[in-house]
Nanobody
Framework: QVHLVESGGGLVQTGGSLRLSCAAS????????MGWFRQTPGKDRDFVAG????????YYTNSVKGRFTISRDNAKNMAYLQMNDLRPEDTAVYYC????????????WGQGTQVTVSS
């Protein structure tokens, strides 16, 4: 069992920045690749960024490449999503999740944090 708590969301103007944090507790955090997802009302939850267990490999959806940076600190059981040059279309609830390496599915999720970008 892994418990995840996101924080750092808020209201920001277009072009601004936010840093989301994901605090993990429970099983060994460093065992899990991590991902950030986002969801807007009435739509599916979409993948934003992913990071390997070691932090050596990162992955991004095309719309955030060059603007968002995913990172992790296994010693602190933390994952982060640095979001720069924010746009109104980035407005969503952002979730962190752990990847089950056996099933290939993200199976532990946080409660989400709201990010709102005003135009």
């Amino acid at each position: 069992q892994v418990h995840l708590v996101e924080s750092g969301g808020g209201l920001v103007q277009t072009g601004g920045s936010l840093r989301l944090s994901c605090a993990a507790s429970g099983r060994t955090f460093s065992d899990y690749p991590m991902g950030w997802f986002r969801q807007t009302p009435g739509k599916d939850r979409d993948f934003v960024a992913g990071i390997s267990w070691s932090g050596d490999s990162t992955y991004y959806t095309n719309s955030v490449k060059g603007r968002f940076t995913i990172s992790r600190d296994n010693a602190k059981n933390m994952a982060y999503l640095q979001m720069n040059d924010l746009r109104p279309e980035d407005t969503a609830v952002y979730y962190c999740a752990t990847l089950n390496k056996t099933t290939g599915r993200y199976d532990y999720w946080g409660q989400g944090t709201q990010v709102t970008v005003s135009s």
